[in-house]
């Protein structure tokens, strides 16, 4: 994450003034600095939507506890982004 995409987040993330339940992103944003960001300021309970890009690869921690982006991925490898993206909102 460059600098400028740091100070971007921060500033469309304040301008969110009450609780967020579901937080859906374009892709450019797809990744950890991202997802913890939006942790950080909403809280665990965020449902964080990102859709990685079409050569992404789970994490090396997937198999045994994978993450939001790891599910993510493995739903699309199995259904197809298209289904995917139905099932995410």
Request: aromatic residues 6%; negative net charge; charged residues 25%.
């Amino acid at each position: 994450m460059s600098a400028i995409d740091s100070v971007t987040k921060d500033f469309w993330t304040d301008q969110i003034g009450g609780p967020v339940e579901k937080f859906i992103a374009a892709g450019a944003y797809d990744g950890t600095p991202t997802r913890d960001l939006l942790t950080t300021r909403f809280g665990e309970i965020v449902e964080v939507i990102i859709p990685p890009p079409e050569t992404a690869v789970a994490s090396p921690q997937a198999v045994l506890v994978p993450s939001v982006r790891d599910r993510h991925i493995a739903e699309i490898q199995t259904k197809g982004r298209m289904a995917w993206r139905k099932s995410t909102g």
